[in-house]
């Protein structure tokens, strides 16, 4: 009896790892996952934000999954007019740390934010850091010493992108802004990744000075200054980076779009692997339909194989369709896929969940919600995919080291008034196997 009690305990844990399908998450509104984290029992946390009006009256929400991608509970919490939750990050004795923002038109309390939760979704404390406008939290790491190192992207004011420094508690301890010379546009940072204690990375788009073009930089940044900052030009009208991860041997893994003005199907994926103490380009490839038509990469990841995955959109001659591409160490292209027969309109988050499966996810029209994609390790499942021609070759590039301004932006850490409430989260399971 012992052994069965132990047998069913495992199952639903093999189930999981095991199965392939494709669910959407169903909502009486928009809704929309930022990020996940897994949890022990190898379910997911999930950070997300949801309207059922306009964009002007968002609420941050936080998600429970078991294995199945089955909601558990959603809660949301809001302190101002638009709040929402844009990463988290396991924290101590079980907890989670999560950042977004909350701001108000017209109001002086406006910032980024970072919240404790326990795993059932209850609040151990928050903050907003108030005079960072309408940034945002997009990266939390660990600061050492019990410290947390938060990264901070700049919002429609043109503030500039910033780094924090917290206490345990979220008491603010160090900031700083970063900018290049060129004062038009700044650093704006669209993601964060981390390489240990201390040793951060920030990618995104920069206006550079020279070329007067959009490109994608890289920075490697601790909490109290910047190591390298380089921007990318890869001879086309424009680049603009999305994401980057650290890879296993503590290497940079980055991706994004790149466009030519001049061609009918002008926007092509770009993903390149970069030193991790110098930002210097190891090699870099650009990731184009064989038919030419657009393609968008979100979202890079690799799995415990070195083999790597770039996801995002593509036009396709059915619509615009959630894509992942699978690439060698290298690159190269193995395969792609598109998913989907409606609004899948995007895919852009990866996560290995074992059994030679990965758990890909995205959002579908802009009035509905995310959906979920496990598939094996041809990126196969029961229904709605096929295989997208993608091809990857080598670009060249140049690469620009401007000059960096710190600065102080001068936070202040307050602790609104908080409401909270729980949704009603449902799902449509597409199809589904073993």
């Known amino acids: 009896m012992k052994n069965l009690s132990l047998l069913l305990l495992l199952f639903p844990l093999f189930l999981s790892a095991q199965m392939v399908f ?29 309207s059922n009006a306009t964009l002007d009256s968002t609420r941050a929400v936080l998600i429970r999954f078991d294995s199945l991608l089955q909601p558990l509970w959603c809660k949301s ?65 660990d600061g050492g010493s019990g410290t947390i190192d938060m990264v901070v992207r700049k919002g429609v004011t043109g503030s500039p992108a910033k780094i924090i420094q ?44 020279t070329t007067g073009k959009y490109m994608f930089f890289l920075a490697r940044i601790t909490d109290a200054s910047v190591t390298w900052y380089k ?66 990469s979100y979202e890079v990841a690799e799995n415990s194989n070195g083999e790597l995955f770039a996801m995002g959109r593509a036009n396709t001659d059915f619509g615009v369709e959630g894509y992942v591409c699978k690439m060698d160490a290298s690159g190269n292209v193995i395969w792609a896929r598109e998913y989907g027969d409606g609004p899948y309109e995007n895919i852009g988050f990866a996560r290995e969940v074992g059994g030679n499966r990965m758990l890909f996810s995205g959002k579908m029209g802009s009035d509905q919600g995310p959906y979920f994609i496990q598939a094996d390790v041809d990126g196969s499942t029961p229904c709605l995919t096929s295989l997208l021609g993608c091809v990857s070759s080598d670009i060249s590039e140049t690469i620009y080291s401007p000059a960096i301004i710190l600065d102080n932006p001068d936070l202040t850490a307050v602790s609104l008034p908080l409401t909270t409430n729980n949704l009603n989260l449902g799902e449509n399971v597409v199809c589904s196997g073993i």
């Open 22 to 50: 494709q669910k959407e998450i169903t909502f009486n509104g928009n809704i929309g996952i930022t990020d996940m984290a897994k949890l022990p029992d190898e379910g997911f946390l999930a950070t997300a934000f949801t």
């Open 77 to 141: 919490f809001n302190m101002q007019a638009k709040d929402d939750f844009r990463c988290i990050t396991p924290s101590d004795n079980g907890n989670f740390l999560v950042g977004g923002t909350s701001r108000y038109e017209f109001s002086n309390e406006n910032g980024c934010t970072l919240f404790k939760f326990d795993v059932d979704g209850n609040v151990l404390w928050h903050k907003m850091y108030d005079g960072s406008y309408d940034d945002a939290t997009i990266g939390i790491f």
């Open 166 to 209: 917290t206490d345990a508690a979220g008491n603010l301890m160090n900031d700083y802004s970063v900018e290049t010379t060129n004062s038009l546009s700044g650093v704006l940072p669209d993601c964060a990744a981390t390489g240990g204690t201390d040793n951060h990375y920030i990618g995104g788009t920069a206006l550079n000075e």
């Open 231 to 296: 921007e990318y030009d890869f001879d086309r009208d424009a680049g603009y980076l999305y994401d980057v991860a650290v890879l296993a041997d503590g290497e940079i893994l980055a991706t994004g779009n790149i466009t030519s003005e001049n061609s009918p199907n002008n926007n092509s994926a770009a993903v390149m692997k970069v030193n991790a103490g110098t930002g210097n380009i190891i090699w870099a490839k650009e990731i184009k339909q064989s038919n030419d038509y657009n393609i968008t």
